[in-house]
């Protein structure tokens, strides 16, 4: 059974910076690509970035230069660095994980991810 239980979440000035972590159980953490997407009511779900196996990454271009998304095999587990936090950035974040190769057309897809963790909360204001 694959969980994936995100934490760091929480409410913050604009400009100011949070770091979410994204823990995997259940399986080969190392072969499997994360992801982060956020979501607020109303509107689909958005890809924000995504990390493969490898440590290749890809960015939604409304965060590039302000996020960062890392991971650490060690822990099994994925981190996002945001800074220079915008209002617009408020939304619930959703970590994803999935054993398949992405494109770069297919990784800000939520259909092309597995597993999903429940969500945490951003608010900037």
């Known amino acids: 059974q694959v969980q994936l239980v995100e934490s760091g979440g929480g409410s913050v000035q604009a400009g100011g910076s949070l770091r979410l972590s994204c823990t995997g159980f259940?399986?080969?953490?190392?072969?499997?690509?994360m992801g982060w997407f956020r979501q607020t009511p109303g509107k689909e779900r958005e890809g924000v970035a995504a990390?493969?196996?490898?440590?290749?990454?890809s960015y939604a271009d409304s965060v590039k230069g302000r996020f960062t998304v890392s991971r650490d095999s060690a822990e099994g587990t994925m981190y996002l660095h945001m800074t220079d936090l915008e209002p617009e950035d408020s939304a619930m974040y959703y970590c994803?994980?999935?054993?398949?190769?992405?494109?770069?057309?297919?990784?800000?897809?939520?259909?092309?991810?597995?597993?999903w963790g429940q969500g945490t909360q951003v608010t900037v204001s």
């Open positions: 994803a994980g999935d054993p398949r190769r992405k494109t770069d057309e297919s990784w800000h897809d939520g259909f092309w991810w597995m597993f």
């Open positions: 259940g399986y080969t953490y190392n072969t499997y690509c």
């Open positions: 990390i493969d196996r490898y440590g290749r990454t």
